[in-house]
């Protein structure tokens, strides 16, 4: 267990691990055999452990894996029941997200939290299709109500740009988007960076993290342009792949800042 989580200490350090680069990174690494038989989540001093065959699971760091959400101690749980004669940690994203929160984020909030708030001043909502037409009016319809919520939420506007020259964003959305990011527990805030990064778009996250839409809502808005080339020209094996391993890293995000699935957003689109 030691060796392979050690394996991607150095990318927790650095903050959430890159799904794409950990997609690839992974399928390259011997994975150790599985050692255990029993997984279970015992309560310990008001938090939530996960035990294999009763012993207690260590980060890379050495920091007890410990939760305060029992919905969230029995998904890595989960993922560590679900492993079959080896132990990969592609597989298991909950897991790694929860490295990343104990080892690195608790002790960098701050630095990480800044880390984000640069993705809201360069957002990828903000940057809109010129043409052709049908794209145009999917951007507009996908993200014009995020905007919309996230503009009153900050109480200040966002500046849109057709094409992909950069336009710089009032200090006011910035500062005021950052400001709700000090609400956030670590994992919370780990989580956030995750699907800031899969996204391209901070406000996407920050809407996740609200509760203001579906995480299928955020999903497909984050894909709005993918979505438009695939249609057009197809979509390759690699890039299937890559998908698929980036929306497994999403959903353990979105179990970590919504939960249960049948908790309610506000909105839908």
């Not at 680069?21 to 029993?38: D, G, I, M, T």
């Not at 065959?53 to 101690?73: C, H, Q, Y």
């Not at 984000?116 to 940057?127: E, H, K, P, V």
Request: aromatic share 8%; with cysteine; glycine share 4%.
């Amino acid at each position: 267990m030691r060796d392979i989580f050690e394996q991607i200490a150095d990318d927790i350090a650095k903050g959430p691990v890159d799904a794409v680069q950990a997609a690839r990174e992974h399928s390259k690494r011997n994975l150790p055999r599985r050692f255990y038989e029993r997984v279970n989540v015992e309560l310990k001093d008001d938090t939530f452990a996960v035990l294999l065959d009763g012993r207690s699971i260590k980060t890379p760091g050495r920091n007890a894996l410990v939760f305060k959400e029992e919905a969230i101690a029995e998904g890595v749980a989960a993922e560590w029941e679900q492993q079959e004669e080896e132990i990969d940690p592609g597989t298991m994203p909950l897991t790694r997200l929860a490295h990343s929160s104990i080892d690195a984020v608790e002790e960098k909030f701050a630095e990480v939290a800044d880390e984000i708030t640069r993705y809201a001043g360069n957002d990828y909502l903000c940057y809109r299709a010129a043409s052709p037409a049908e794209l145009v009016t999917r951007q507009k319809i996908q993200w014009d109500p995020i905007m919309s919520w996230a503009e009153k939420l900050f109480d200040a506007r966002f500046q849109l740009m057709e094409g992909i020259m950069h336009v710089a964003q009032d200090d006011a959305v910035t500062t005021a988007y950052r400001s709700h990011l000090n609400k956030y527990d670590a994992l919370q805030l780990t989580a956030i960076h995750t699907v800031t990064s899969i996204c391209g778009s901070a406000v996407l996250a920050l809407a996740l993290a609200e509760n203001a839409f579906d995480a299928d809502v955020i999903w497909s808005a984050a894909h709005v342009d993918e979505d438009w080339n695939i249609e057009q020209w197809g979509q390759d094996e690699e890039a299937a792949r890559i998908r698929r391993f980036k929306n497994d890293e999403f959903n353990a995000a979105v179990l970590i800042l919504v939960g249960a699935p049948e908790k309610t957003k506000q909105f839908s689109l």
